[in-house]
């Protein structure tokens, strides 16, 4: 049994019907021997980090950056799992207004830090919402689920 941890700050509705489309995705019914723990960011903290055998974040983009909230997850979280999760694969979504480079190089910085290993290029959707989205952000809590069921990550 494997164990997906997905941590995001929503703070609007869109945002979180990305986040429950990500959810969706990885407790999909094909997927049997994973278990699946999502939280708000300020919710989560480094026992969730230590838990889990992958994870994925997700994020706004706030002024250029990741959202306070998970930068309040990963502040409270990096001391206690720093040298504890090396290796561990993650992915990443950001719902960006402006490009979400800042975005993905902050979130990008951290965990490179943590030294989590990316298993799927960052999920990137600017500008208005797009009912389309909801599939990408499915396809990858399936992608990471299926490939931590599998053993590939």
Known sequence: MANLLIVYHAPSPNMQRLADAVIDGAQSPEIDH????????????PDDL?????????????????SGALKDFFERSYYPCLDKVNARPYALFVKAGND????????????????????????????RFQESWLDDCRELGMTLAAGLEAGIF
């Open 34 to 45: 994973v278990t699946v723990r999502a939280g708000h960011a300020l919710a989560s903290g």
């Open 50 to 66: 230590l838990w889990c055998d992958g994870v994925i974040f997700g994020t706004t983009e706030n002024f250029g950056y990741m």
């Open 100 to 127: 979400g480079t800042g975005t993905l190089s902050s979130v990008q910085r951290i965990v490179t830090g943590l030294e989590l290993k990316p298993v799927a290029e960052p999920l990137l959707m600017v500008g």
